[in-house]
């Protein structure tokens, strides 16, 4: 994957998006097979995604067959090496990323890991940081993910950070601390550095981004079916609709475009569990 224009074969369904709403909704699927949740197959697409998700530009753009092994184990090292992987939540990070990029096409702007201090450091901040460039506009795609069990819960924790995130000096912080992440090889590094630079009125970033916020959660829908039938998909969507209305109905700041992604698991300990195992075998192939 030598372009950060290219991205893996998309694996995930969206099978409900509504533009209409405000905020919009897409709900997306990993899908059956053989009457069982793809969740062995949805952990090697996320391992797909890691040199993307976890390496700097310039090295996307060096990945090719004589060093691919040796970034392969890179990017999944930087993600994290610890044991206790039950409560990480870099699953929901991933999922974000690859939903903003299959669904809106998204450019990542930084890799939020490979900064790190420590490879087992939780990362501070937004949890996605991605444009929609044309030649007329770079739109700044500021992303939070909830890794959770419950809707309930994620829902209100993301309520707090959105929150968070219209304060100025919140993101006054945050913007230094991206500019100072940009590689300066990627195409769109000056537009984006304009744009957040301090001399920019909030007012101006707040009319160029974007708040894609994914929450995850484990779903009676995706428990009680073993295909993609009618039944399913009806279910399917009731449960999108009435998840985001629920989050639809909360106070967020006003100069806020917020848009939502929800991904329903069957287990998030079992996902968890696979990941983290899949995770360790990359970490130990070079």
Not at 11 to 38: H, I, M, N, S
Not at 136 to 152: C, H, N, P, Q, T
Not at 195 to 217: H, K, N, R
Not at 274 to 285: N, T, V, Y
Request: aromatic content about 10%; some cysteine; hydrophobic content about 40%.
């Amino acid at each position: 994957m030598p372009s950060s224009n290219k991205h893996p074969t998309p694996f995930l369904t969206v099978r409900v998006q509504r533009d209409d709403l405000v905020p919009g909704l897409v709900g997306v699927c990993a899908g059956y097979e053989l009457k069982e949740w793809r969740c062995e197959q949805l952990v090697s697409h996320l391992v797909k995604w890691l040199p993307e998700f976890a390496l700097r530009h310039s090295e996307l753009a060096a990945l090719g067959p004589e060093n691919a092994v040796e970034l392969v184990a890179r990017a999944a090292q930087v993600i994290y090496t610890s044991p206790k992987y039950q409560q990480r939540g870099e699953i929901g990070e991933l999922l974000l990323h690859i939903v903003m990029r299959q669904v809106f096409h998204t450019l990542p702007a930084i890799s939020r890991y490979f900064f790190k201090d420590a490879s087992n450091d939780t990362v501070k901040g937004f949890d996605g940081v991605h444009v929609v460039a044309s030649d007329e506009s770079l739109e700044l795609w500021l992303g939070e993910a909830k890794f959770y069990e419950d809707i309930g819960d994620a829902i209100r924790k993301a309520v707090e950070s959105l929150q968070q995130h219209a304060n100025r000096d919140y993101l006054r912080a945050e913007f230094a601390a991206i500019t100072n992440k940009v590689d300066d090889s990627w195409p769109h590094a000056a537009r984006l550095k304009k744009l957040i630079q301090p001399e920019t009125s909030l007012d101006d970033v707040f009319d160029a981004m974007c708040v894609p916020v994914l929450l995850t959660y484990n779903s009676p829908t995706i428990a009680s079916h073993e295909s993609v039938s009618h039944a399913f998909q009806a279910a399917f969507e009731k449960e999108m609709l009435a998840h985001r209305d629920a989050f639809a109905g909360k106070s967020f700041p006003d100069n806020l475009r917020i848009h939502l992604f929800l991904f329903p698991m069957k287990e998030k300990r079992d996902l968890l569990s696979r990941f983290d195992a899949k995770l360790k075998a990359c970490q130990s192939i070079a």
